[in-house]
């Protein structure tokens, strides 16, 4: 084989009650398991025993990235963190949170693919990694702060480039609902309280090195331009919203905003985005707008630029300068963020005096990134704030509290939609104060089970979009019908999978889409144009099973799949196709591991075939079907009575949905009684072993 | 005391000034005994008189220069990605011959500048850092002991001729806008060389914040980051002296 490129060949391990230090050989180790979520896995399996939960010391996190990370291939900005799901109710299994910014590829620079963290200091310190220099440093003097004091006073410390990994005092204050962050606004959320209970502030990264690419140079070159021109806008929208003059389609929901006369107003003098040609990857920066895109023509005012992840020209992160904002609630005129991270203040009113998408929405954006970026608090997809709101207006919050608690709150500031009431809120979920913030920072599993609210509450009620384990819905019936229903059944977490509503959210006509869905999952029925849906076939499952492997792959190889896969493009003279091999062209070129897009995809199966078995593991039962793949009331429910398979409606139907599950586990090769892999499943990708441990439980179907 | 120890003497003094004799070893030291420091060189055309082969001084004037917008540059940097993957076949921004990432989180103040500077912590303004291309005097070519950094057609560019160079980063004491770069795995330094004539960083861009133009000269109009610290070779001042007699 070629001198292998991509990957650094290095994996840090670090011991914080022994303060070891030490390094393992990537390829040696983990190789069959890419990095990212895929060396998460892997560590939890083999490491974590049954039964740890996620604040004992003997619970591992592991910063995971791969062999994309760090190169110029689009949209490789992420790093997943992996370990035991503290929100994860009613028992913690494994999961993984995800985040974008610089710390994937500065890592990478360092000469590491992953940081295995383990065991717990004895007081509060941060990890330094400045290139072969790593020091468990005291952090006595961060306890306390803020995520952004914190990464500030490291960056003094070992440089300005650095990329500063930290948690807030949501974190140390061991609240589930907590993240890490870094770059500013890039978080994985979930996994704040894992390093506040290991006593770890921060990971400080400063890298000088390089990423080889193992292929030659002028072919890289050329494929990253061939990646580049299938770009759409954020989330793979391949059409603009407004008609355009190169444009043979538009659709309103798309996320590709850009046009004349819409300008990045406060950039100084204001750019216009202007009509952004596919053609021209020199303008694919102007493309995406998010604040506009969530806010409303509104934010374009405030609009800075675009920002985002190293390499990546999507630049999803929108910054917004909003200075009377800042005057009138003393914060920091500029703030950035994309989706959960921007709305997280605004998704907790019901109401706004001038409406969803006015000054105030926006007010209440501003308000919420400076204070939950800051304390470090996650938002679980806007469970939190659907939570809120649930437990608010149905009486909830007024029962549980005492009146002197209760009253400490200004409801009237609340209900008037006044983003000042944040500053009451949002700091007692992160210091765990009062009976309220204690519930919240619990997440909605455990906050539901401390107030003796029954689960079944949250699954029957649409409007909270709760799934399952604490988390909610992420990209399902209402954007793919039954694979989208399915793939939401198969994780500890949010699924936090986008591969299906990429392509169906794409933008072209849906008879675009079947043109192009038959190509990749043999046959056009695979996809329905959305809310217009038609019985349960086997293509649906094989979209469902490509879409989850896709997601394990990106999360290993570090590329994004809030971007990929890029199965369509903006190309016309293409028929808007994409290209189903772009992940394992880039991984072959740049690894020198020569692999075509099914071999790859096999191993993105091992990846997520050990997620299932450490999940079976550590729920104890086979039982997977009835116990863990659960799915909630409101799928089967339309409020306005509208039946399944109707145009007008994202319900389905419940027999449907048993088929579609039996379809499914048939593709992936599982028992469909338990919906647990066969012992030669876990045989035909290499896990043998599992299948013995698993035997040896009788965890096998 | 002969001349040779009065200039080590010398020498020694100016890099004690400069603080760069520390991380000198003594092999590097002697090595580097042939070089005198501009602005206390009292020493006299040395090489004029000995009948060698002239010091090479850069006349030219390059063809083009790449500029950035900074109000355009959305932090990506997929520029410096572009330079270092599609020359160097590697993904380094540290060698890059464009910088982005030393501006990017707080601006080219650093991170003493906090969340009132620039950069992403800042006002959001990213500075992407480029070679101006220097008319002569060109502070690098100048400061080589080796005549490493020579004019390349078609481009006119100043690069950095791996053949002679010897990785002793004279060079990157001498641009005042720190653009020299230094490749850890040739041990050999390396610099903008505009692609000859189509620059990747260019093509990179996303945001078309960079552009290609007929060259200017921005060497009194962008601001310094460093003082340089140059040392220049007594031949290579003989040769200066040629031209700027009093």
């Known amino acids: 084989m070629t001198k292998i490129g991509g990957w650094t060949g290095k994996v840090l391990r670090i011991d914080l009650s022994t303060g070891r230090i030490s390094t393992e050989d990537t390829i040696e180790k983990y190789k069959d398991y890419l990095g990212g979520t895929g060396i998460g896995y892997k560590v939890i399996w083999d490491e974590v025993p049954t039964g740890t939960m996620p604040f004992d010391p003997t619970n591992k996190i592991i ?39 610089q710390f994937a ?32 440093r005291d952090a006595r003097h961060l306890w306390g702060q803020g995520i952004r004091r914190t990464t500030v006073e490291i960056s003094q410390e070992i ?42 502030k921060a990971i400080g990264v400063r890298g000088t090195g390089s990423v080889r690419i193992s292929g030659n140079k002028e072919e890289w070159e050329k494929l990253v331009k061939f990646h580049l021109s299938l770009l759409g806008a954020n989330n793979q929208h391949v059409v603009p919203n407004t008609p355009q003059p190169w444009a043979e389609y538009y659709n309103t929901s798309s996320r590709w905003i850009a046009s004349r006369g819409r300008r990045w107003e406060a950039s100084s003098p204001a750019i216009e985005t202007g009509t952004c040609e596919p053609h021209r990857l020199n303008r694919i920066s102007y493309r995406t707008n998010n604040a506009a895109f969530y806010l409303g023509d509104g934010a374009w005012k405030y609009t800075v630029r675009g920002n985002g992840c190293t390499g990546c020209p999507i630049r999803c992160h929108t910054m917004i300068k909003v200075p009377q904002t800042a005057a009138k609630y003393g914060i920091p005129e500029v703030g950035q963020n994309t989706c959960g991270g921007l709305n997280f203040g605004r998704a907790f009113f019901k109401t706004f005096p001038d409406g969803p998408r006015g000054e105030t929405a926006i007010e209440a954006c501003m308000v919420g990134m400076h204070l939950a970026d800051d304390l470090g ?24 509290l005492d009146e002197k608690e209760f009253k400490s709150y200004s409801w009237d500031k609340y209900e008037k939609g006044d983003p000042s009431f944040l500053f009451q809120l949002l700091p007692r979920i992160a210091f765990k104060e009062g009976e309220l913030g204690t519930a919240l920072g619990l997440g909605t599993g455990y906050m539901l089970e401390q107030w003796g609210i029954p689960e079944q509450e949250w699954t029957k009620d649409y409007n909270l979009l709760y799934w399952k384990m604490g988390h909610p819905k992420h990209h399902s019936n209402e954007d793919a019908g039954q694979c989208g229903v399915i793939i939401n059944t198969q994780y500890n977490r949010d699924a936090q999978c986008h591969s299906h509503s990429n392509f169906t959210r794409n933008g072209l006509p849906i008879g675009v889409q079947k043109r192009l869905a038959a190509e990749i999952w043999g046959s056009p029925d695979a996809i329905d144009a959305v809310s217009a849906y038609s019985l349960m076939n086997i293509h649906k499952a094989k979209m469902a099973k490509w879409s989850l492997l896709r997601k394990e792959l990106h999360d290993s190889l570090s590329l994004c799949n809030w971007m990929g896969p890029w199965v369509a493009s903006p190309l016309k003279e293409r028929g808007y196709r994409g290209d189903d091999s772009i992940e394992s062209l880039l991984y072959s070129l740049a690894t020198g591991d020569k692999k075509n897009h099914q071999e790859l995809d096999q191993v993105a199966e091992r990846i997520f075939l050990l997620h299932r078995a450490l999940t079976i593991r550590d729920m104890g039962t086979k039982e997977m079907r009835t116990q863990h793949d659960t799915i909630p009331e409101w799928v089967f429910k339309d409020v306005s009575g509208k039946t399944p398979f109707t145009k007008g409606t994202i319900h389905m139907d419940k027999e449907d949905i048993e088929m579609a599950m039996d379809i499914y586990y048939e593709v992936m090769g599982w028992d469909k009684k338990t919906g647990a892999p066969s012992a030669a499943t876990y045989h035909n990708f290499g896990l043998g072993k599992a299948a013995e441990e698993l035997s040896k439980r009788g965890l096998l179907p | 005391m002969s001349q040779q120890s009065e200039r080590d003497g010398m020498l020694e003094k100016a890099l004690n000034l400069v603080g760069l004799n520390r991380s000198f070893s003594r092999r590097d030291f002697i090595k580097l005994s042939g070089v005198t420091v ?3 060189s009292a020493l006299g055309a040395l090489g004029a008189k000995s009948g060698k082969k002239m010091p090479l001084i850069i006349m030219d004037k390059a063809e083009g220069v790449v500029i950035a917008d900074f109000t355009k540059c959305v932090g990506c940097r997929r520029c410096e990605l572009a330079c270092t993957e599609f020359n160097d076949g590697k993904a380094s921004p540290t060698m890059a011959r464009i910088k982005v990432n030393r501006n990017l989180n707080f601006g080219p103040k650093g991170v003493y500048a906090g969340q009132h500077g620039q950069g992403n912590w800042g006002n959001g303004l990213i500075t992407p850092d480029f070679c101006k291309q220097c008319p002569h005097p060109v502070p690098c070519a100048n400061a080589c002991p080796n005549d490493a950094i020579v004019v390349q057609p078609p481009a006119n560019a100043r690069v950095v001729d791996p053949k002679k160079c010897t990785g002793c980063k004279m060079c990157q004491k001498a641009c005042p806008w720190e653009m020299m770069s230094f490749d850890s795995d040739t041990n050999k330094a390396t610099k903008c060389f505009l692609c000859n ?48 007699k009093k």
């Open chain 1, 63 to 101: 910063f995971g990235v791969g062999p994309l990370a760090g190169t110029g291939a689009p949209c490789n900005g992420r790093t997943a963190v992996t370990t035991l799901w503290p929100t994860c109710w009613p028992k913690p299994l494994v999961a993984s949170g995800h985040m974008g910014g």
């Open chain 1, 105 to 136: 590829a500065e890592l990478k620079y360092a000469g590491y693919d992953a940081t295995i963290i383990e065991g717990k200091a004895d007081h509060p310190v941060w990890l330094s990694i400045e290139d072969g220099q790593v020091g468990i």
């Open chain 1, 159 to 200: 440089g300005a480039e650095a990329a500063v990994a930290a948690i807030g005092q949501a974190g140390e204050n061991l609240i589930p609902m907590s993240v890490v962050m870094n770059s500013f606004s890039h978080s994985a959320g979930g996994v704040g309280a894992v390093l506040g209970s290991k006593n770890l």
């Open chain 1, 377 to 400: 608090i996650w938002c679980n997809y806007g469970q939190l704030q659907r939570d809120f709101i649930k437990l608010y207006y149905g009486g909830m919050i007024k029962k549980k």
């Open chain 2, 38 to 40: 501009i602005g206390i």
């Open chain 2, 197 to 244: 004539g189509k620059p990747k960083c260019v093509e990179a861009c996303p945001a078309e914040a960079l552009n290609y133009l007929a060259w200017r000269d921005l060497t009194e109009k962008v601001p310094p980051r460093v003082v340089p610290t140059a040392l220049v070779s007594p031949e290579k001042a003989a040769a200066c002296k040629q031209c700027h």
